[in-house]
């Protein structure tokens, strides 16, 4: 990938107090029925629910009130680390341990990695053409279509084999943000291309922590360098 144009945003305190007075702000802490619980991730479904992940379990907020979802399901009952919202209004549910669970069509279940071991937190999800892309914390970048899993990281070409997020275009490319720079995937209809972008193509580190493509612009956000738009 070719950047044309790299612009680093620092975010500043600048308009903070005009910008606060504005804001109306209301704590739900007790989303789980306790305190203190974290709520480690966040994603909303295409009916306006927000699906959260919390070190206790997944678990479904209207706006006012949050329930325990999927409650039936007592491989649920840990900590969630990635929830994502896929075609079809399915849910995909990563955890600390590394499992991956979904639900489509009200049926529960989870993806077997007898043949491709991970035990790694699971960090992200995107979908391209009904193919699931997962990262994982350690153990590089999976991708599972029509019950098949396939498993890549640092020796195929990934960056880095921690992913922390991934994004995608949509048609035939994606993104993982690692703490090596950035992972560009393309081809992935055929045999996947990989193209590591990182200090050395301009980025000003590498260890990039989130990412978000917007049809036009690739927004990273940077441990330490603020926010990145490559053009």
Same mark, same amino acid.
């Given at each position: ?5 790299? @612009? ?11 910008? +606060? ?185 590498? @260890?990039?922590?989130?990412?978000? +493509? ?18």
């Amino acid at each position: 990938m070719v950047i044309k144009r790299c @612009i680093i945003l620092l975010i500043l305190n600048i308009y903070s107090t005009f910008l +606060f007075s504005q804001i109306q702000v209301k704590n739900h802490f007790s989303i789980t029925g306790k305190k203190d619980v974290a709520v480690n991730t966040i994603t909303q479904d295409h009916n306006g629910y927000l699906w959260l992940g919390t070190k206790e379990g997944l678990y479904k907020f209207d706006g006012k009130s949050s329930q325990e979802a999927l409650k039936e399901y007592p491989q649920l009952k840990q900590e969630i680390t990635s929830v994502y919202v896929g075609s079809n209004n399915s849910i995909w549910i990563g955890t600390k341990t590394g499992k991956v669970f979904f639900y489509i069509n009200n049926k529960f279940d989870s993806i077997n990695f007898l043949n491709t071991p991970n035990e790694e937190k699971i960090t992200s999800f995107a979908e391209i053409n009904s193919k699931i892309y997962i990262g994982t914390y350690g153990n590089g970048l999976y991708t599972f279509s029509n019950k098949k899993l396939t498993h890549y990281d640092s020796e195929h070409g990934l960056s880095d084999n921690v992913i922390y997020s991934i994004a995608s275009d949509g048609k035939d490319k994606i993104w993982c943000g690692t703490d090596a720079g950035i992972t560009q995937i393309k081809n992935l209809k055929a045999k996947p291309y990989f193209t590591i972008i990182s200090n050395k193509d301009g980025l000003p580190d590498n @260890i990039t922590r989130d990412i978000y +493509f917007n049809e036009k612009h690739l927004l990273i956000s940077m441990q330490d360098s603020g926010l990145v738009i490559i053009i």
